[in-house]
């Protein structure tokens, strides 16, 4: 059979430090405040939400520069969620976060917020990072520059919202989240020719199923 470490686990099954009463109505801006608190978890994590795909080979200098010793940061658009107190906003809700520990638990026990709005831990984490020289770079949105430091001579990520713009599955970047009319079951349905184009281009992409399909 299949050997695989995958682990579920449940909100309230995590330890944290923070009175847990209005993240738990609030999940989706919650889980960044749990994450660096889940059991066994590294010192160097991702965050990462739905609808993402990866179109390059998975290399570590995609997180990390080895000659510096340091990890790179990334925006990820426009989109806010919670306060980023004084620091640049990088929609991480939207994009692929390589975090470390430490810093995470280090913003969220020092502001100690009572609801998960009030703070971004990996927007101020990250700012942090960056004034202590503790980043190999950070990388707006589909920042050119990554292109000549990252792996793949690539763009880091793309966002793609076929209800906001993106008609046609033309990608050159690492990662994407693609979701919208005609992709994602949450919206509206497309026309016949426009959600076929997807389908083939997803089946086209990765012709071998998961094991979870």
């Keep these: 059979g299949i050997v695989t ?8 099954e995590i330890e ?29 994590f991702l965050l990462v939400p ?12 995609i997180w990390f520069d080895s000659k ?7 925006g990820f658009g426009s989109w806010k969620g919670s306060e980023t107190h004084g620091y640049p906003n990088i929609a991480e809700m939207h994009g692929v976060n390589f975090l470390n520990r430490c810093s995470m638990r280090y913003v969220i026990e020092k502001y100690n917020v009572k609801k998960p709005v009030d703070l971004s831990p990996v927007a101020v984490a990250l700012g942090m990072m960056k004034e202590q020289n503790l980043l190999a770079g950070f990388y707006g949105y589909h ?5 000549n430091v990252g792996p793949h001579k690539a ?6 919202h ?4 993106c ?12 979701q919208g009319d005609g992709v994602s079951i949450e919206y509206r349905k497309a026309s016949a020719k426009t959600e076929q184009m997807w389908k083939n281009w997803f089946e086209r992409t990765f012709p071998v199923p998961s094991r979870f399909e």
């Design 5 to 12: 470490q995958l682990r579920v686990i449940a909100m309230d």
């Design 143 to 147: 920042s050119g520059a990554f292109r």
């Design 162 to 165: 076929t209800n906001g713009g």
């Design 68 to 74: 510096k010793s340091l990890p790179y940061g990334h």
């Design 16 to 44: 944290v430090p923070f009175d847990v009463k209005y993240f738990e109505r609030d999940p989706k801006l919650g889980k960044p405040h749990y994450s660096p608190y889940l059991p066994q978890i590294s010192e160097y």
């Design 167 to 178: 008609r046609k599955p033309n990608f050159d970047d690492i990662f994407v989240n693609i």
């Design 50 to 61: 739905d609808d993402i795909v990866m179109l390059r080979k998975y290399t570590r200098d």
């Design 155 to 160: 763009h880091f990520f793309m966002e793609c």
